[in-house]
């Protein structure tokens, strides 16, 4: 038997190593072992209800990771993921219940929120030059407390109607599509564009890039405007799933975001990771909480360890890595 | 294998491999005591991997060291300091937060009673004015370190090599960024060391200074040692041979350009350009000057001239304050890189690694990024296969070693990292080409084959502005030569009317050949 198992281990040594060697590679392999592990480890994780659960929570971190990545790859950081989808979320749902305008226009002018905060963060960062932590650190406090005046710290009831995005289409919810389309968009975007070329070459080495003339302030307002777009989606995806709007939507989600960059192998100083990554790392991240649940481990428990998985993933992205600040 | 005593430092089949590459490949070094060891050889031939072996920063994957007779193992920088082998890094290594006094005693923390043993202000300026004196620097050692020239930040790491009381300081290249003025000054230095007792291995490409300060010099050339000899028993072209590994072809193309007259509209024209006070670096003041279609002009100036600043200046990286700029006789405002690309004005920058290339991508990325839309779909959606084959086009006509379009620049050479450049430059159909220093910290091969490219794209008709310390360089390769000094013009002259003597007495000192 154990012959058997160091056998076959053996045979997949080589596609393993082959997957490795992609730059998806590395988290994928660590999303079989976690799939493996989880399924061993409880029955019911990989039934399709349990699995469903797991996809309607993994679409707005999904969502909220793909948006941060953007900013991470050109080597800056967006603290403001989470106050973003809560503001879109909350304005979206303000619209819809006390202006009483129809669905489509409400979650409109929710993704224009989004926009509009994506581009504030980008013009302090390219024309107030002011460092990305410092400007979405701002937008994260500012942005939290717009969400507490407007709502007076009440949650928003009544987005009954939200749940066209939850609803079944050809076997999934609707978010499930979405998040799936937002990252072959994504991926299509860093990779397939020249946009994504120059978004990569900053992360690489921005002066140089400066240096060639290229417009490296518009790629980075791009960017930042689009990455807003994305959390707005994902304040949309929450008020859908909850069918409230709770003025604390998304609090401490900057750093879930940032953790699914890392667990997707996206390395935090720029230019380096696959644009899919994001997804893999929000799936992975939400396995987690999910299988201790499943487990009946103290919940309190997941934070623990998502810190020592995130170390994990963090060693292995900065193996061979000399120093690091 | 036999190891002979009068010696202080001797390694014996020196091994280093990195993955894919071996970069020393078995190499017998021997170190006298007060001695000053020369240690040459083109890029990648081994010489700053030989040095950072003996100084613990990479660890030998074979071979033996000995150090007063007795086999040795460095692991690391501290087993190195333990024995006295300090390394003056290339770039300084210096904390410019801190102020000289602090850097010099960083290094000797931890020896008398441990880190965390009380630091004394008085103490401290003390043994830092001590060591400064030694070399010679009279500077406040409560000046910050930031603040310094590249120059005196040499001579505090050697002050702080001898703090650490290190009987072998390794110097990797410390001429490179040096003017000729600060470079006497770090061979007198040096000279004063050697009187003093201390041993010198001094990395340097540049094979004059070999015969300026050195007792003894080793050729390394592809990770062998090749030659070793006194250094009153050889010659400069012998020296050269061996680090060549053939006779010397030609250093320098045959011009054929424009001697004549320059008739017509000058491609680029610049009437009394001078740049903010705010800004780094040197201040530009009432430049002029003009440069036609086919010509090369070469603008020569040492280190500190202003001359980096004016090939940023022209690409709108250093803010014009003054002054006109006219592209084939028409004015033009150029604030920005990317109002200089659209007008067909590309600055090569002497820090390629730091400003000119994105190490982590290919050589084809690299080549397409500045008009990447051109080679798209749409302007938006790149085609791989367009892309590659625009980039093969470039890198076959620069002969880019290795020919791969996906390869990444990072593992490229110096030569191949600066055609890369270049390749850039061409394929956004620039008209004026700024080269700063295009064969700074490139083996003499692909020196030669540069300069070649540079004639031959002005016989092309490109406009060529080369700024250069090289004075045998520009006399070389320009057919005009315009002299800065301390930010000013101080005159324009073709070529073929001036001689290397008055172009060196006009720059106000020695000009360094290649």
């Known amino acids: ?325 | 294998m036999r190891y002979v005593s009068s010696e202080l430092l001797a390694t014996r089949g020196l091994v280093k491999e990195f993955p894919g590459v071996v970069a020393l490949k078995g190499v017998d070094f021997d170190l006298r005591y007060s001695e000053i060891h020369a240690l040459v050889g083109q890029n990648g031939a081994g010489k700053s991997t030989f040095v950072k072996v003996l100084a613990g920063v990479y660890s030998p994957t074979r071979g033996e060291i000995y150090f007063k007779g007795v086999r040795v193992s460095i692991r690391n920088v501290r087993d190195a300091k333990k024995l006295g082998i300090t390394l003056v890094h290339q770039e300084a290594t210096l904390a410019p937060n801190l102020t000289v006094a602090e850097n010099i005693v960083l290094g000797t923390l931890g020896k008398n009673g441990g880190v965390l043993a009380p630091l004394k202000t008085s103490d401290i300026l003390e043994i830092a004015r001590k060591y400064l004196e030694i070399v010679g620097l009279s500077i406040d050692p409560r000046t910050k370190v930031g603040v310094l020239g590249i120059g005196e930040k040499q001579l505090v790491q050697v002050a702080r090599a001898l703090a650490e009381d290190a009987s072998v300081v390794c110097l990797d290249e410390p001429t490179s960024p040096l003017t000729a003025v600060e470079a006497e000054r770090l061979f007198e230095v040096m000279k004063e060391l050697k009187a003093r007792g201390k041993s010198m291995i001094f990395v340097t490409h540049r094979v004059e200074e070999v015969f300026a300060v050195a007792d003894r010099v080793t050729v390394l050339r592809d990770g062998y040692k090749v030659f070793s000899s006194e250094v009153s028993k050889t010659d400069p072209s012998e020296v050269v041979k061996h680090m060549l590994g053939r006779e010397i072809e030609r250093f320098y193309p045959a011009k054929k350009g424009a001697e004549g007259g320059n008739a017509g509209v000058p491609r680029l024209k610049v009437v009394g350009l001078t740049t903010s006070q705010d800004g780094k670096g040197v201040i530009l003041r009432d430049i002029s000057l003009e440069v036609y279609p086919g010509e090369v002009l070469g603008v020569v100036g040492l280190l500190g001239s202003g001359k980096t600043e004016l090939g940023k200046a022209l690409i709108g990286m250093n803010k014009i304050v003054k002054g006109e700029v006219y592209l084939d006789g028409v004015r033009v405002r150029v604030r920005s890189p990317v109002e200089a690309l659209k007008l067909g004005i590309f600055y090569v920058p002497e820090d390629r690694r730091r400003e000119g290339l994105v190490g982590i991508m290919s050589i084809a990325e690299n080549i397409i990024l500045p008009k990447v839309w051109e080679t798209s779909e749409l302007g938006l959606i790149r085609v791989p296969r367009r892309e590659v084959s625009v980039a093969r086009k470039w890198i076959e006509f620069l002969k880019v070693v290795p020919p791969e379009p996906n390869f990444k620049v990072m593992y490229l050479s110096g030569g191949n990292q600066q055609k890369v450049v270049i390749a850039k430059a061409l394929k956004a159909r620039t008209k004026v080409l700024i080269l700063d220093e295009p064969t700074f910290g490139v083996d003499v091969g692909a020196k030669v084959e540069i300069r070649k490219l540079i004639r031959s794209l002005a016989d092309e008709g490109y406009s060529v502005l080369l700024l250069t310390s090289d004075v045998d360089e520009a006399l070389a390769l320009c057919d005009r030569i315009a002299v800065l000094v301390n930010g000013r013009v101080v005159g324009t002259y073709r070529t073929s009317e001036i001689s290397r003597d008055f172009l060196v007495e006009l720059l106000g000192g020695r000009g360094h050949g290649s």
């Open chain 1, 1 to 325: 038997m154990a012959r058997k198992l160091s056998l076959s281990l053996s045979k997949l040594g080589r596609p393993l190593r082959e997957l490795l060697r992609y730059e998806l590679g590395g988290p994928l392999v660590a999303l079989m072992a976690l799939i493996t592990a989880s399924s061993i480890l409880s029955p019911r994780f990989l039934e399709p209800y349990n699995q469903r659960i797991l996809l309607l929570q993994t679409a707005p971190l999904a969502l909220l990771g793909l948006g941060e990545s953007m900013v991470i790859l050109m080597g800056s950081i967006d603290l403001s993921p989470g106050s973003t989808m809560a503001l879109a979320g909350t304005i979206s749902a303000m619209t819809f219940t006390r202006f009483g305008h129809p669905l489509s226009v409400s979650i409109l002018v929710g993704v224009l929120v989004g926009l509009a905060i994506g581009l504030v963060n980008g013009l302090l960062v390219t024309k107030a030059k002011i460092p990305s932590f410092v400007a979405t650190l701002a937008s994260l406090v500012a942005g939290r407390g717009m969400v507490l005046v407007l709502t007076e710290g009440q949650p928003i009831v009544g987005l009954s109607q939200y749940r066209v995005i939850t609803e079944e289409v050809a076997g999934l919810p609707t978010m499930v599509w979405l998040f799936i389309a937002f990252g072959v968009l994504n991926y299509f975007l860093l990779k397939r564009t020249s946009v994504g070329l120059v978004t990569y070459a900053i992360g690489g080495n921005e002066e140089a890039v400066r240096y060639s003339g290229v417009r490296v302030d518009a790629v980075k307002l791009f960017n930042f405007i689009l990455a807003g777009g994305y959390y707005a989606v994902a304040g949309l995806m929450m008020n859908a799933r909850l069918e409230v709007a709770y003025p604390w939507t998304g609090w401490g989600y900057e750093l879930d975001a940032i953790a699914s960059c890392v667990l997707g192998g996206i390395t935090l100083s720029g230019g380096v990771g696959s644009p899919l990554g994001p997804v893999v790392g929000a799936y992975m991240l939400t396995l987690l909480t999910n299988i201790l649940i499943l487990l009946g481990v103290n919940p309190y428990f997941q934070w623990v360890v998502k810190g020592f998985i995130l170390v994990a993933a963090a060693a292995a992205l900065t193996r061979g890595v000399r120093y690091v600040k």
